[in-house]
Every structure is written in C-alpha cells, then in structure tokens.
C-alpha cells in the first residue's frame, strides 16, 4: 500500500470513529516517513479534534504557528514538560533529515537541541527505525554465490562437533 491509500484508509477510520486506532496508524507512518510533516499535522489535528491539546501540540511542535490554536497547543505542550528541550526531543523522536524540513522546523529543532546541550548536557541522537519488511526483503536476496560461502562453513562445524562427541565418546568406551 502506497502512502495515499494508508492515508485514505485513515481517513475511513476516522469517520467511522476509530481515532484510537487512526492514530496508532498515523504515529506508524510518522515512524516510517519522519520527514512528511503533512502526517504530523493529521496527527496533531486528530489529536486537537479529540481534545487531546497537549498531544496536538507534540505534533505541531514543527509546525509554524500560522494559527491560533496551533500557538496554543504548541504552548500547552511545552509546558506540560517543564520547558526542557531534553524532554521534547525525547517525547517527540525525530528520525528523519533535517535538512528536508522547513526553515521553522529546522530552526525548533536546533533550539530544542541547544536547549537539551545546555540543561543537560546531552542531545539525544536517533538513527532511523529500521523496516522489518525491508530487512526480511534484503535477507531473501542472497545471492547463489553468499549461499555457496555461507553453507559449506556451517557443515564444517556441524562436521567438527560430530567428529569431537564421536572421539569423547571413543574415549569413553576404552576407560571403560
């Protein structure tokens, strides 16, 4: 499925008033799209819509504030976590380029991170989520050749440990 039909697939639930459920898909895309602030926003909209204010404003917290209630979330938010960049960037873990944000976005960003340096001397670092699916994928590509290297080195050491009980058992009998 492509971003578009999850996204629709969303929008379904959300009508049909499964936000719970919306918004664990939403928070997965965010997880595999870290770049596409578009679902960030859905997510904080969904949140705002439920009354959630302070999750809505863990979500545009890379958005520019082109709206009242977005500025009001954003705020209730940073409060609620003491105003501690460490704290943010913790909460909201950012796995994405930063150079493919927005001017706003990267500049939060950078204020969050000196915030964090400065109170704690520490700015978290997240490496992108790997995909499950795509490990398994790159894993079935072997070639014949890595199958040709790979399985001969597994028998010589099956062939070894046969060959070392045969000889303790060996041993064994002449004792005894």
């Given at each position: 499925?492509?971003?578009?039909?999850?996204?629709?697939?969303?929008?379904?639930?959300?009508?049909?008033?499964?936000?719970?459920?919306?918004?664990?898909?939403?928070?997965?895309?965010?997880?595999?799209?870290?770049?596409?602030?578009?679902?960030?926003?859905?997510?904080?909209?969904?949140?705002?819509?439920?009354?959630?204010?302070?999750?809505?404003?863990?979500?545009?917290?890379?958005?520019?504030?082109?709206?009242?209630?977005?500025?009001?979330?954003?705020?209730?938010?940073?409060?609620?976590?003491?105003?501690?960049?460490?704290?943010?960037?913790?909460?909201?873990?950012?796995?994405?380029?930063?150079?493919?944000?927005?001017?706003?976005?990267?500049?939060?960003?950078?204020?969050?991170?000196?915030?964090?340096?400065?109170?704690?001397?520490?700015?978290?670092?997240?490496?992108?989520?790997?995909?499950?699916?795509?490990?398994?994928?790159?894993?079935s590509k072997r070639?014949?050749?890595?199958?040709?290297?790979?399985?001969?080195?597994?028998?010589?050491?099956?062939?070894?440990?046969?060959?070392?009980?045969?000889?303790?058992?060996?041993?064994?009998?002449w004792f005894f």
């Open positions: 499925m492509n971003l578009k039909e999850k996204l629709d697939k969303i929008d379904s639930e959300i009508k049909i008033g499964l936000k719970f459920k919306a918004a664990n898909r939403l928070r997965n895309l965010i997880q595999e799209n870290p770049n596409e602030i578009e679902l960030w926003n859905k997510l904080a909209e969904l949140y705002y819509e439920s009354g959630f204010l302070d999750s809505a404003g863990k979500y545009w917290i890379l958005t520019e504030p082109t709206d009242q209630r977005i500025k009001k979330c954003v705020d209730i938010y940073e409060k609620s976590v003491n105003y501690s960049g460490y704290q943010i960037l913790q909460e909201i873990v950012f796995r994405g380029d930063k150079s493919k944000l927005s001017e706003f976005a990267q500049n939060k960003l950078s204020e969050l991170e000196a915030d964090s340096k400065k109170k704690v001397d520490y700015i978290p670092k997240f490496r992108p989520k790997s995909n499950k699916q795509r490990q398994k994928k790159e894993s070639t014949f050749r890595d199958k040709l290297t790979i399985y001969p080195i597994i028998g010589v050491f099956v062939f070894l440990a046969i060959c070392s009980i045969i000889g303790v058992i060996t041993v064994l009998k």
